[in-house]
């Protein structure tokens, strides 16, 4: 039996229905409803192509007191996202063909959102020896996306070499740019106020560094290289500058990183601790124009839920990392087409298409056509909500929006024809 789903306002257009059969979208366009037929009242919602997520920690294996992937693509289903990448820092380290296809399987038994697993780059995490990139590129999860993030890949020849190897199978190293060198201890932005607060510092010049040095090599080398939550305005400029040479570069943004400012630290509240930090008024002003006019190309949310023992202790003593699966749209919003900079073509764009080019995502990142999988999202901008935890479907409670009014909610999300998300109309 097919679906219309009605009154939709796509990307901010004419108002139009779309019918739904099987996994496809079968009709798009001014419908009336056929004898039976199931009714989705969609009036004045958005339409988005599902969104993708380069960039969620799901915790399994090895932490399941924080996540699972069956709750973390829970909260990504809720959160609209009917793909994700699943990072490799579990335990064991996502490092071989076996532990990728774990992940990915685990998630199509749960069946809320598609999980593409990221391979960690280096065994172990250890950043001494590749890790067996072409093994995890073959397998069933088909891996394209490699990273060890959580630590840098901080070797120059190491990072050479992955950078080398991954180009036969069309493989994007994601690099989580931090010189370790220079943040020895570090626990916020470096700056007056980490100064004042006696916290270590987390200088800019320790993220521009590495940027600079994997864009070199990716340009010499001729493969992809992706910056994992670009936090500074150097490194915006940088990447702009790499870019305007037609050098092989993608970028993401956090959404924390697009609304949250370092003054959250005087506060001492370790949900605010995260890496990179957070930074000045003047940096996300630079990562918001860097997202508008595409230096940046995704948002991806850096979900990254930890136990209330790792997160209700004093700062210094406290995990890096906040949730964001569930609120990453509403941020988005705030942050960026409230405030004009992008329109909801702009946000299907940074948040679903081009994820899904990056990650070389089959079936995702699709057009709202006749023909294409029935993979969207319906959000509703006109709401207001104040965040809380409450009805969160993340095991974890290190959100740092609670408290917050946002705009937005999601409303339904759909995943090839199957509604994972939301109540029926
Ligand atoms: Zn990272």
Redesign the pocket.
């Known amino acids: 039996m097919s679906t219309l789903v009605t009154g939709l306002a796509p990307l901010g257009g004419q108002p139009t229905d779309l019918r739904i059969d099987g996994d496809l979208l079968v009709e798009i366009g001014a419908l009336s409803a056929k004898p039976g037929e199931r009714v989705f009242d969609a009036d004045g919602l958005v339409a988005l192509p599902g969104l993708v997520d380069l ?1 969620t920690h799901l915790r399994e294996p090895g932490r399941e007191d924080a996540e699972t992937v069956l709750s973390g693509t829970r909260a990504a289903a809720a959160g609209g996202f009917t793909a994700a990448h699943a ?1 490799a820092n579990t335990d064991p380290v996502a490092d071989t063909a076996g532990v990728v296809e774990q992940v990915w399987r685990l998630a199509r038994e749960a069946g809320y959102c598609d999980v593409a697993p990221v391979g960690a780059v280096t065994v172990g995490l250890a950043g001494e020896q590749l890790a067996e990139l072409g093994a995890m590129a073959d397998s069933a999860a088909r891996v394209r996306v490699f ?1 060890d ?2 630590h840098c890949v901080a070797d120059a020849s190491l990072m050479r070499r992955a950078l080398e190897y991954v180009k036969a199978f069309d493989g994007v190293i994601a690099q ?1 740019a ?1 010189e370790p060198s220079l943040t020895v201890g570090a626990q916020m932005n470096e700056g007056a106020l980490s100064g004042l607060l006696g916290l270590p510092g987390w200088p800019a010049a320790a993220e521009e560094a590495i940027i600079a040095r994997d864009m070199l090599l990716a340009a010499h080398v001729r493969s992809r290289v992706h910056v ?2 670009v936090s500074t305005a150097g490194s915006v400029d940088l990447i702009r500058w790499a870019k305007a040479r037609g050098w092989p570069v993608t970028a993401e943004a956090t959404p924390h990183h697009l609304l949250l400012t370092e003054d959250l630290a005087t506060t001492y509240d370790p949900v605010y601790k995260v ?2 930090p957070l930074r000045s008024a003047e940096d996300v002003e630079a990562v918001r124009a860097g997202l508008a006019d595409g230096t940046i190309d995704v948002v991806a949310t ?1 979900h990254a839920p930890h136990p209330v023992e790792s997160k209700d202790c004093e700062w210094a003593s406290a995990a890096f990392g906040m949730l964001g699966l569930e609120t990453a749209l509403s941020v988005v919003q705030h942050a960026m087409v409230d405030t004009g900079r992008l329109d909801w073509a702009g946000v299907a764009d940074r948040m679903s298409v081009a994820p899904a080019r990056i990650g070389r995502l089959d079936g995702h990142g699709r057009p709202l056509r006749a023909g294409e999988p029935a993979t969207f999202v319906l959000a509703d901008p006109t709401v207001r909500r104040t965040v809380s935890t409450a009805g969160s479907a993340s095991k974890s409670r290190n959100n740092p929006y609670v408290g917050r009014e946002l705009p937005g909610a999601v409303v339904a999300t759909f995943l090839r024809g199957r509604q994972t998300f939301g109540a029926h109309r």
Request: charged letters at 15%; one cysteine or more.
């Open positions: 960039h990072m990273s993030d959580g989580h931090q994992c939550h890496n990179p850096d």
